[in-house]
């Protein structure tokens, strides 16, 4: 069964940064997606940056392009989200999800197939 797990959430001061982890388990999939998304109260789930399981190739949201980074570990078993420069309007719950396919990015929600738990990020002073 597939495993996903987010850690690394938390409080942090505008400005400041968080690097989010996403294990990934259970699967053995040639191709997929990993994506980072993130859902504040009151709004819908949005996509934030994916990567290509295969390749290892990024994509960004815009509001996050500049300031946000996806990696994964020379293993792929985890990968990782670098938040800098980060905003109260970066507040949110964050996600992990794995996309049963790679032929072109995504950072549609409904297009993944598995969820991790979220992590708690909030940005305040």
């Known amino acids: 069964q597939v495993q996903l797990v987010e850690s690394g959430g938390g409080l942090v001061q505008p400005g400041g940064s968080l690097r989010l982890s996403c294990a990934a388990s259970?699967?053995?999939?040639?191709?997929?997606?990993i994506g980072w998304f993130r859902q504040a109260p009151g709004k819908e789930r949005e996509g934030v940056s994916c990567?290509?399981?295969?390749?290892?190739?990024?994509y960004y949201a815009d509001s996050v392009k500049g300031r946000f980074t996806i990696s994964r570990d020379n293993a792929k078993t985890t990968v990782y989200l670098q938040m800098n420069s980060l905003k109260p309007e970066d507040t949110a719950v964050y996600y992990c999800?794995?996309?049963?396919?790679?032929?072109?990015?995504?950072?549609?929600?409904?297009?993944?197939?598995?969820w991790g738990q979220g992590t708690q990020v909030t940005v305040s002073s």
């Open positions: 259970g699967f053995t999939l040639d191709y997929y997606t």
């Open positions: 990567t290509n399981g295969t390749d290892g190739s990024t």
């Open positions: 999800a794995l996309r049963r396919a790679n032929w072109y990015y995504s950072l549609r929600a409904n297009d993944y197939d598995y």
